[in-house]
């Protein structure tokens, strides 16, 4: 099989550009994961490389297929200057990290949390899992891997998450879309949840 990794690297510089800037970080007993920020224009992006190199596998599997299965990096999006958002570059690979750590399938509409600010002082602890297929198209890998999706992260605050517990993934969109929440804002308040 063919190392996905260069494939992956080469599809979000398409999408993206050049990095202006790359860490890696590696958790024991996991592959290495490298996070990628791209500068566009106000807006920092923030993409993993790593956790597509192998397949996300069912925490309830007696055995973990080493081909197939969902692949998947995760991609975060915010306004550059207003916090010391490169900070969340660890978080970022604890997020990617956790296929392997902890068997988790990470999937659209999932809440992953890292149980601190993702930045210095930043008001959010956790991410919605949004849908992929906007910003960088998926990456069709030969038969019989899946192909990797590029999973756009959505920071929530505690309190928005502990209402999508409740009401799901889908409604506390639509309360960001009709409220006009800027979900690239670094620093911004939780959103109206009355």
């Known amino acids: 099989m063919a190392d996905v990794l260069p494939l992956v690297e080469a599809r979000l510089l398409t999408a993206l550009g050049e990095?202006?800037?790359r860490a890696a970080v590696?958790?024991?007993?996991t592959?290495?994961?490298?996070?990628?920020?791209?500068?566009?224009?106000?807006?920092v992006r923030y993409a993993t490389l790593g956790m597509s190199?192998?397949?996300?596998?069912?925490?309830?599997?007696?055995?973990?297929?080493?081909?197939a299965g969902p692949r998947a990096e995760l991609v975060l999006s915010v306004r550059g200057g207003l916090a010391d958002t490169d900070k969340v570059l660890r978080p970022l690979a604890?997020?990617?990290a956790s296929p392997q750590v902890e068997g988790v399938v990470v999937t659209p509409g999932a809440s992953l949390d890292v149980g601190e600010p993702l930045w210095p002082g930043a008001p959010f602890t956790s991410v919605l899992v949004a849908e992929p297929g906007g910003l960088v198209e998926d990456l069709e890998l030969d038969e019989?891997?899946?192909?990797?999706r590029f999973l756009p992260l959505l920071p929530m605050t505690p309190n928005e998450a502990a209402w999508k517990r409740v009401h799901g993934a889908?409604?506390?969109q639509e309360r960001w879309l009709t409220r006009g929440t800027d979900l690239r804002d670094p620093a911004r308040v939780s959103v109206a949840l009355d």
């Open 19 to 21: 990095p202006d800037a």
């Open 26 to 29: 590696t958790f024991l007993g």
């Open 31 to 43: 592959d290495r994961v490298e996070v990628l920020r791209f500068q566009e224009g106000d807006i």
């Open 53 to 67: 190199a192998r397949p996300m596998a069912d925490p309830t599997a007696v055995i973990a297929d080493p081909v």
């Open 94 to 96: 604890v997020l990617a």
């Open 144 to 148: 019989p891997m899946d192909p990797v």
């Open 170 to 172: 889908q409604e506390l």
